[in-house]
């Protein structure tokens, strides 16, 4: 059956916006439903209210709404929309809930519009845990044994008989939030609790654990005719206990015999069958390897991050044909888009094999536990593709940008014995490189044993390490054969030669591995390379194995005869990704990404692109002209460059990852479209770009340089108490600290940096002020700037983690002017081609640069979207000669639209447990929601509605305030709020302090307000804390206690402020309106 | 050890050697199967056949005692990118070298699998020596000049003598009590287990059975089997299910339903490169519903030749159009050309032996009114 008839609009619901566990993977996901929709001459509406997606941009969707995901806004656009179709299965569990909601409240029904793909019957049957397990039973599938509960008593109750350890999994929720595994009372009653909290319906399943079985996921995908196909099968190395978003994946499954593959393949159907999904579903299974008997652990009626890693590493673009599934098409009638002349009713054979390596965000939360379990800890992933198992997991590795060569990790090979052991067991995010020592010293055991036949022995043989870890005896294998390659380099003495290299490299060492473990010079191992033309072919990523040809130009390097790449006689332009999503470099990078790639070709261009993150839009098959799917250290790109000679390279999109690329580029010869390395250099200096900025009259905070702790207090003697020190070449504000005393400085010297002549510490003065941003294109000569941000927090507030202002909602004319002709003067005499951002304080008098970024920033899809700029496409064009003057949009100030936005950021604080919620110049933020209306109080109430955070209309207010923070402006935040009807409570000084000043507050200690936030009491904390980041203190405690319960904890008395903006919003009559991104930037 | 290929066109890839020091001469085929190596290696319809493996990493979980399709490995040889030294699977009883060893099967491993199963994509099937004795280019050069390839292996894979195999015992099987005759040409086990694991009794016969040896034994079902080589080579097997279609339901796969084609006067002929796989759809034409499917085939039967001797098409290959299964428009047989009892790959067309079994049972009721699913 084609396509259903009558359909003429539907609403897409998107997953707003990024947080640990609902990332980039459903702007993939959502982007490719768009097309496939507008594809069949449907029109599309979307609501997401995630401004740094591709899907929201101009071009995907016929309608934009970048307005909340709430049932009010959504039934509000439905009412002024009437689709007659709603697509949720692509906005993650925000978008299913909602749909869920919606559905349950009558509001589809009452305005005519179905659900597609899925219905609430299905959602139900998956994800209410009771309905799931009858439905197995039904159905003849095994479910481990387990209580619904929703206390402690019951849980108590089933613990009595079936023992320890158990799985607490809360139903309805993401990522595993609030999940765990209890192995005694104590850790019971806490993972209850929270697990009780953190469901949407306040409901747990307690079920017997299955930790170290084997776990395995098939995507599925069915039609309304009822054809199944698995895409793909997924085996993780983690035993099951890892939650798969923690785990290293692996694809396809590879230690499963044919018969325990079907069987779990026939059991993944019969469940999507069950479930009457038409679209696509994940399964996961646990298996026991010691019997092959299996249970069903979860399914996810819906796309996935599971369903973008198997799209790329399958070929197979999952969230298209669920698209099409949905508007009526059977898989039959639908074609392989890979090779353009199949059936789309096939299932992909691989060959190859892919790893997915997870990004964690410990090098940012440095207190937090990096102990890895059921609840997702990970902002993103990357993943490789090679022709072995080892080579794929090498490149994972060098993908992650963790500084990392290889699986030898210093800290780790100093360990002693039991305190690997202890590592191993403890199972954080090193573990596979703690396994790998272990193996290291395995291989010595046995090698001291003198002529054992075992090729591991001892405490580390591989049985017992396979006994440890229930990593299966395959990957330890593997493992094997990566270290002995250490060891037959370290055996060389330098003296390498081709047939050594080449089977190093087939297994995936790079050169830097190479060199260290050889001890060889690099001249030498570039010669024998060039000499015996040692350099990775590329192959094709084909869906069938070769069995067809293919037209997807989509490509891995390997170590293999035969090269695939076809080289075009097109002139080319090298675009570099971003990498994996972390905090600090997240989706917003990929959004210039794409429209660098779409820039690159309307301007006749063929765009390559390098990148490695599964979940985006960027590596979709058929966003750029060609793929590689690649780490993106300088080895691998300078491949890319020897096998595709572009005219040039764009580093200015992928975030500092690609920026960082810069000099070894530049030092290779290789042209580096727009701004040069020369000018990024100075960029990037902070010592230059003062010393620049100095000679043009424009001032930064007076700072020092330092490489010893003597002269660090240099500094302080000539600069004053507070100081924001930071190492040189940050991202994301990583290791930055505001320091108000000797003893703060002195600490941060020991503990956060390592000082040294190759690694100066920048100590600047902290300017106290408004913090505003620029972002500007430049074409050499002109500049045009579509807009300028101000941030709502004060400077000290990391930009990402600031709600800022579109335009600015307080900074006069004349310091914007100033901005203007600033930005304009440090532009030129930097010679900047393309984008850049540069960032401001203002204290009340003086204007202060406080960093030029010379590149892509976080803010350009927002400026992009809401001026109607499209900014990326022209920087691109900037590179490539075209001039400002001639474009539409013209040079200078672009004109101010009629509109204000606010974008709030988004935090995964309940996920991060131990992780300090405070704002700081250290970001914290995984994601952002933009607000969007006609002033700054409507802007801002959208924004906050659109974070998620509840919003109170009274009750009680928890006040902490620094001493600094003792003053008349934080004392009338505080008395608006009791204007408001709150009642405030507090302790200690700051009671002592409010009292004093006659703001009446009722007192409770911590224990107190920790009760009083669980029974109600409290509905939101302001608390800015004197030393953040102390998990000690009991000041850190309430926060964390508060943000698990999803109350507002406002950490700065500006984002105090703003708040109180939405609260009286939220309490006025007036209800909000939701109209299109194009009717908010049409009326500018 | 060395390993070597030699290609008919002259090229020729070296790799490492595995499993048994030997050569043989065979036809290069690809198969793209990502699991099930074991099922593939002894199953008898690779008689004759090196198979290149697209999937690089093989070995992973070892050998068993339970994953054979016939009592050892047919192919002549194996060609893998990349092998697994440490199986690991509780089932696994040796490496994958070892079996080869034991089995005197040479492997070549370490080579460009995906370009050679690219080659014979745009080139062919071709044939092919496999050494791993450390031969030269003009021993493999000779080799391949006087060793010819046989298109007949069916005739002496299959049972030797009549062979008798018990259904399963277990209670409610709806096979219980049949007596299927089965001609068989290389029979898989998995599709012996798809008859016997319904209760019915499976009587093998060897090629060369004659209709009437075959009604002697009164069965109240035909089978046709798998096997190797061209089906125009399967003289006895054609004339033998001419002369029973009309007599007994008759069900075939692969090879049978070749012969079913040929028996009804149709015609087959050989694919560029064969389907060889775990991994292709197939449409049922009669309830327009799709099954993924297992494949392992040459020979295709030509659709418009079948079409004058009462068979009607019933499934098509997704991918390239080709005939996957075929009907008589009266009389009790239906084929197909893939493998239902997956053995490897997917179990999804399964039905197909049940629909098998309650055709017999219809017959044997006088029940039987022809179609498509009667």
Redesign the interface.
């Given at each position: 059956m084609p396509k259903r008839e009558n359909l003429k609009k539907i609403l897409m619901i998107g997953s707003g916006p990024i947080i640990i566990g609902q990332a980039a993977e459903f702007d993939y996901a959502g982007t490719q439903a768009c097309k496939a929709i507008r594809e069949e001459g449907i029109e599309c509406v979307l609501v997401n209210s995630n401004p740094a997606t591709i899907m929201t941009d101009e071009g995907i969707a016929d309608k934009v709404y970048l307005e909340p995901l709430t049932k009010e806004a959504l039934e509000a656009i439905i009412e002024r929309e009437r689709p007659q179709g709603v697509l949720a299965g692509f906005g993650g569990q925000t978008g299913l809930n909602l749909a869920m909601e919606l559905d349950e409240k009558g509001v589809l029904k009452k305005y005519g519009a179905r659900l597609l793909g899925v219905n609430r019957d299905s959602i139900r049957k998956a994800e209410d845990r009771e309905e799931f397990r009858t439905l197995m039973r039904e159905i003849g599938q095994p479910v481990p044994g387990s209580i619904i509960a929703h206390g402690i008593e019951e849980c108590r109750a089933f613990v009595r008989t079936a023992g320890y350890p158990v799985i607490i999994r809360p139903a309805y929720t993401l990522g595993g939030t609030g999940g765990g595994i209890a192995n005694n009372d104590a850790e019971l009653d806490v993972l209850v609790t929270s697990g009780v909290e953190n469901s949407a319906i306040g409901q747990i399943l307690l079920e017997e654990s299955v930790a170290g079985w084997k776990e395995i996921e098939y995507e599925v995908m069915r039609d309304a005719?009822?054809?199944?196909?698995?895409v793909c099968g997924m085996e993780n190395f983690d035993p099951v206990g890892v939650h798969t978003g923690d785990s290293i994946v692996v694809a396809?499954?590879?230690?499963?015999?044919?018969?325990e593959?079907?069987m779990l393949?026939?059991a993944a159907?019969k469940i999507i069958r069950s479930l009457n999904i038409e679209g696509g579903c994940n399964v996961q299974f646990a298996l026991d390897?010691?019997?092959?008997k299996y249970i069903v652990i979860e399914v996810n009626p819906r796309v996935s991050r599971s369903s973008a890693l198997a799209s790329k590493a399958a070929g197979y673009p999952i969230a298209k044909l669920a698209a099409k599934i949905a508007l009526g098409y059977?898989?039959?009638e639908l074609k392989n888009y890979v090779t353009g002349?199949?059936?789309a009713?096939?299932?992909?054979?691989?060959?190859?094999?892919v790893v997915k390596f997870p990004k964690w965000p410990f090098d940012k939360f440095k207190t937090a536990s990096r102990r890895l379990g059921t609840q997702m800890k990970a902002t993103g992933e990357v993943m490789s593709i090679s022709?072995?198992?080892e080579s794929a997991l090498l490149k994972a590795i060098t993908s992650l940008e963790i500084k990392r060569d290889g699986l030898r990790v210093p800290y780790i090979m100093k360990m002693g014995d039991d305190e690997l052991v202890r590592k191993i067991e403890e199972r954080d995010d090193d573990r596979i490189f703690a396994i790998a020592e272990a193996i290291r010293r395995g291989i010595d055991a046995a090698g001291r044993g003198g002529g054992a036949h075992t090729d591991t022995a001892g405490l580390f043989a591989i049985d017992n390490l396979h006994g440890i870890t229930k990593v299966?005896?395959?990957f330890l294998?593997k493992l094997?054969r990566i270290v002995k390659m250490e060891k037959t380099l370290a055996g060389t003495g330098g003296k390498l030669d081709a047939a050594i290299i080449y089977e190093a490299e087939e297994i995936g060492f790079t050169d830097n591995e190479i060199l260290k473990l050889s001890g060889a010079r690099r001249e030498v191992l570039t010669d024998i390379r060039v000499y015996n033309d040692i350099f990775p072919v590329y192959?094709m990523v084909d869906t069938?194995?070769?069995?067809?040809?293919a037209r997807t130009p989509y490509y891995y390097s390997c170590f293999?005869?035969?090269d695939?790449s076809r080289i075009s006689d097109e002139e080319k332009i090298l675009l570099v990704g971003s990498g994996p999503i972390r905090i600090g470099q997240g989706i917003e990078f990929d959004y210039c990404c794409v429209r660098g790639v779409w820039a690159i070709k309307e301007l006749g261009y063929e765009a390559v692109i390098i990148n490695n993150n599964p979940e985006t839009v960027s590596t979709d098959f058929d966003t750029s002209d060609k793929l590689y799917f690649e780490a993106l250290h300088i080895d691998d790109v300078m491949n890319v460059i020897k096998n595709e000679r572009p005219r040039g390279v764009i580093l200015q999109f992928g975030g500092q990852t690609s920026l960082n690329l810069a000099e070894e580029l530049d030092r290779r010869g290789i042209n580096i479209l727009g701004t040069s390395f020369e000018s990024i250099d100075l960029a990037e200096d902070r010592q230059k770009t003062a010393d620049f900025l100095a000679a043009l009259g424009i001032k930064t905070p007076p700072g020092f340089s330092v490489t010893t702790k003597e002269a660090a207090f240099e500094a302080v003697a000539a600069l004053g108490y507070p100081l924001v020190v930071r190492p040189s070449y940050v991202i994301g504000g990583r290791a930055m600290q505001v320091v108000y005393t000797d003893r703060e400085l002195l600490e941060y010297l020991t503990e956060a940096v390592s000082l040294s002549d190759d690694h100066p510490v920048l100590i600047d003065k902290y300017i106290q002020g408004k913090e505003l941003e620029v972002d500007a294109i430049s074409d050499g000569e002109d500049i045009l700037i579509p807009g300028i941000m101000e941030h709502v927090e004060r400077t000290g507030v990391h930009s990402g983690d600031s709600i800022s202002v579109y335009p600015p909602h307080t900074a006069p004319k004349h310091v914007t002017d100033t901005l203007i002709d600033y930005t304009n003067r440090i532009t030129r005499a930097l010679k900047t081609c393309g984008l850049v951002n540069i960032q401001y304080a203002w204290d009340g008098d003086e204007i202060y640069v406080i960093e030029v970024n010379p590149r892509a920033s976080r803010t350009v899809p927002i400026i992009s979207k809401v001026t109607g700029v499209p900014m990326v496409r022209l920087a691109v064009a900037a590179m490539l000669g075209h001039k400002l003057r001639d474009s539409e949009y013209g040079t200078g100030l672009y004109k101010t639209m009629k509109l204000t936005a606010v974008k709030v950021p988004v935090f995964s604080g309940a996920k991060l447990t131990d992780v300090d919620i405070a704002l700081g110049p250290e970001m914290k933020s995984t994601g952002e929601v933009l607000g969007i209306d006609e002033t700054f109080e409507k802007a801002a109430y959208k924004g906050f509605l659109a974070s998620g955070v509840q919003i109170p209309g009274g009750g009680g207010l928890y006040v902490r305030l620094r001493d600094s923070e003792k003053n008349e402006n934080s004392l009338g935040v505080v008395r608006a709020y009791i204007n408001e009807g709150f009642e405030v409570i507090s302790y200690g000084g700051t009671l002592a302090y409010l009292r004093e000043q006659g703001a009446g507050a009722a007192e409770m200690d911590a224990a107190e307000a920790r009760r009083g936030i669980a029974e109600g009491a409290i509905k939101a904390v302001l608390d800015i804390p004197a030393a953040p980041n102390r998990p000690e203190t009991d000041s850190f405690e309430i926060r964390r206690y508060a943000t698990e319960r999803n109350l507002p904890v406002l950490t700065c008395i500006d984002t105090a402020e703003a708040f109180l903006l939405a609260v009286r919003m939220k309490k006025s009559d007036e209800q909000p309106v939701y109209r299109t991104l194009a009717e908010y930037v049409g009326a500018g | 050890m060395e390993g070597l290929l030699y290609l008919e066109d002259g090229s020729l890839y070296r790799g490492k050697g595995f499993g048994a020091s030997a050569t043989n001469v065979g036809e290069l085929v690809f198969n793209t199967s990502m699991t099930g190596y074991q099922g593939i290696l002894t199953d008898p319809s690779y008689k004759g056949q090196i198979i290149n493996m697209t999937y690089p990493l093989i070995g992973n979980y070892g050998v068993s005692e339970i994953d054979n399709q016939s009592e050892g490995i047919h192919a002549f040889g194996f060609v893998t990118r990349d092998i697994t030294y440490r199986p690991s699977n509780r089932c696994s009883v040796m490496s994958i070298s070892e079996w080869l060893r034991a089995q005197g099967v040479p492997g070549v491993y370490n080579v460009d699998t995906r370009a050679i199963a690219k080659k014979i994509r745009t080139e062919g099937t071709v044939k092919c020596v496999i050494s791993t004795e450390g031969i030269a280019r003009e021993g493999a050069q000779s080799l391949m000049e006087s060793v010819p390839l046989r298109a007949d292996y069916m005739k002496d894979v299959g049972v030797g003598e009549r062979r008798i195999l018990q259904g399963s015992a277990l209670d409610g099987l709806p096979g219980r009590g049949l007596k299927i005759a089965v001609l068989d040409f290389g029979i898989k086990r998995g599709i012996v287990g798809g008859l016997t694991g319904r209760g019915c009794q499976a009587v093998l016969f060897p090629y060369g059975t004659t209709a009437d040896e075959i009604l002697a034994i009164e069965p109240d079902g035909l089978f046709l089997s798998n096997g190797p080589g061209d089906p125009e080579e399967c003289g006895l097997g054609i004339r033998t299910a001419a002369a029973l279609m009309g007599k007994l339901p008759i069900f075939g796969i692969c090879m049978g339903h070749q012969v079913i084609a040929l028996a009804a006067g149709g015609r087959t002929y050989k694919l560029k490169f064969g389907h060889r796989g775990a991994n292709h759809g197939v449409i049922d034409l009669d309830t327009g519903k799709s099954a993924i499917t297992s494949q392992n085939h040459s020979f295709a039967v030509d659709a418009d030749s079948v079409r004058g001797g009462g068979m009607v098409l019933s499934h098509l290959n997704l991918n390239d159009g080709t005939v996957e299964g075929m009907r008589h428009e009266r009389l009790p047989i239906f084929s197909v050309q893939y493998h239902p009892e997956g053995s490897p790959g997917p179990n999804d067309s399964e039905g197909l032996f049940d629909r098998f079994v309650k055709m017999v049972l219809a017959v044997k009721a006088g029940e039987w009114k022809g179609g498509a699913d009667a």
């Open positions: 005719k009822d054809n199944c196909i698995t396809p499954i590879q230690t499963l015999r044919d018969r593959y079907q393949r026939d159907l390897p010691l019997t092959s059977s898989l039959d002349e199949t059936s009713c096939f299932e992909p054979t691989l060959d190859y094999c022709r072995t198992f299966d005896k395959w294998g094997y192959k069938c194995g070769g069995e067809f040809e293999d005869a035969e695939e | -």
